[in-house]
């Protein structure tokens, strides 16, 4: 709801409405409508998984209550949704804080399937609506539980949390895009050429009309790339933010529980090293390759023929800035494990884990390139990117929430993402660094089978 509106917003769909014998309200009702069907759909079909394939067991008594639950929460969340789009200045703003908030959320509720959580989180998230619309849930299908299922504190919250955001969205909501900053750019020196009249010397026109070296170009693509990429908000989130939050929290949670047990490589390690994985995949899979698909949407692509930057140094570029990223937030968790967890790595196998997280990036780069040649556009990208990673996170089991069964190790075992995490953690294993040639030889099997096939479809020119 705050993705599509802020957007909507932003490429001058809101402002339009008002054109149109469709009154604002009636926009605003319909989006909202929607969302609240698509809502109810998803439940429906997770009920129906559950009852099909888990036994679950429908109470029939607590049906009202939790009719009336489910339809209040889900107003509740629409309404927020509506809150942040008036308070976001952008579509990609209202997207991360959005989905940052529902992730970090489900997580301090236990909606992620943590069980009990510790007292600060718990008091945490009582105060937000999503634990007590879980917590009662969780009552209305107990098969075990007495009584209607009515939970007043839940509504209450929920009801509280609806009012208050029907009274942000009434003050912030704008039908107008919001007028973009000005920053002041600065390019460098610029290099003109010499002229009538030029006082510059022939020497300094000689180098002003030399074009620049491959090594230089390779250099402000990837200081550019980077710079791009640390303004873009869901990226900055996604890929950094949210790996380093999820590798404190896990090892918040589940530290004492791990302590002293004989695990190889040690499972702090391990959380570290699925956080490291989890942000190579993000970066490498999902928003390097959509930056390439909209510089190709918008054809900028195309345009490249007709300047010094060869396609392929500007595609180096974008790998080195992703690497650059991937690197610096394996450092962030790395440090913060060192100094609030005891964490304990293998210095010597530092150089081993760099290169094992080369190789990973290289080969989740090659397979997003591959998703931006096949598929038609940028947000087409970003949407299976995640939907893929998301998924492939839990089969490789980078966040460590528990002993996975057999079949689905299995499966995580055919993907590059679960050998990159383990091959950074016996890197890094304090009992002494080992190299697993199994990884290394899955990784390298993806990295040729895609990157050949991305070589071969990709396109510079946007789709007709």
């Not at 997580?107 to 007590?132: C, E, H, N």
């Not at 002993?403 to 995490?421: D, I, N, Q, Y």
């Not at 383990?422 to 990784?443: F, I, K, N, Q, R």
Request: hydrophobic letters at 55%; charged letters at 10%; aromatic letters at 10%.
């Amino acid at each position: 709801m705050a993705s599509s509106l802020a957007d909507a917003r932003e490429r001058g769909v809101l402002k339009r409405v008002h054109g149109t014998p469709v009154p604002g309200w009636v926009y605003l009702a319909g989006r909202i409508g929607a969302a609240v069907l698509l809502a109810l759909g998803s439940l429906t079909l997770m009920l129906v998984v559950g009852v099909v394939v888990y036994d679950v067991q429908i109470q029939w008594q607590t049906m009202p209550a939790t009719a009336v639950t489910v339809l209040a929460a889900v107003a509740s969340f629409a309404a927020v949704g509506v809150a942040v789009a008036g308070l976001a200045r952008s579509g990609s703003v209202a997207e991360a804080a959005s989905i940052a908030t529902a992730v970090l959320l489900s997580w301090v509720s236990g909606v992620m399937g943590y069980g009990d959580m510790p007292t600060w989180a718990d008091r945490i998230a009582q105060a937000f609506p999503l634990k007590p619309f879980n917590d009662a849930l969780g009552e209305q299908f107990d098969p075990f539980a007495t009584g209607n299922g009515w939970d007043p504190g839940a509504l209450a919250v929920i009801g509280a949390w609806t009012a208050g955001a029907v009274a942000v969205a009434a003050l912030t909501f704008r039908w107008e895009p919001v007028p973009a900053r000005r920053h002041q750019i600065h390019a460098g020196p610029v290099q003109a050429t010499a002229g009538a009249g030029s006082s510059r010397t022939p020497r300094v026109a000689a180098e002003a009309a030399r074009r620049p070296t491959r090594f230089a170009l390779l250099s402000d693509q990837a200081r550019w790339a980077t710079r791009s990429s640390l303004h873009d908000t869901g990226w900055v989130f996604f890929a950094i933010a949210f790996p380093l939050a999820q590798y404190l929290f896990n090892a918040a949670v589940t530290g004492d529980a791990t302590a002293g047990t004989d695990v190889t490589p040690p499972i702090g390690l391990q959380a570290a090293t699925g956080m490291i994985a989890w942000g190579t995949i993000v970066t490498a899979m999902v928003f390097m390759p959509d930056a390439i698909a909209r510089a190709r949407d918008q054809e900028i692509l195309k345009r490249l023929a007709g300047t010094p930057l060869h396609i392929g140094i500007y595609f180096a570029g974008r790998f080195v800035s992703a690497l650059l990223l991937v690197l610096a937030t394996a450092v962030l968790i790395l440090v913060a494990g060192m100094l609030w967890f005891d964490l304990e790595v293998a210095w010597d196998g530092i150089a081993l884990a760099v290169g094992m997280l080369g190789i990973g990036t290289a080969t989740l780069a090659a397979c997003g390139l591959l998703l931006a040649s096949v598929l038609p556009s940028s947000k087409a990208v970003t949407a299976v990117g995640l939907g893929l990673a998301i998924p492939l996170a839990f089969f490789s089991d980078v966040f460590v929430i528990g002993v996975l069964p057999e079949w689905m190790s299995t499966v995580g075992s055919f993907f590059p993402l679960k050998h990159l995490a383990s091959s950074m953690a016996y890197a890094l294993d304090p009992a002494g660094p080992t190299v697993s040639w199994a990884a290394v030889a899955v990784m390298t099997a993806w990295l040729l089978v895609t990157g050949l096939l991305a070589a071969r479809l990709f396109r510079r020119s946007p789709r007709d």
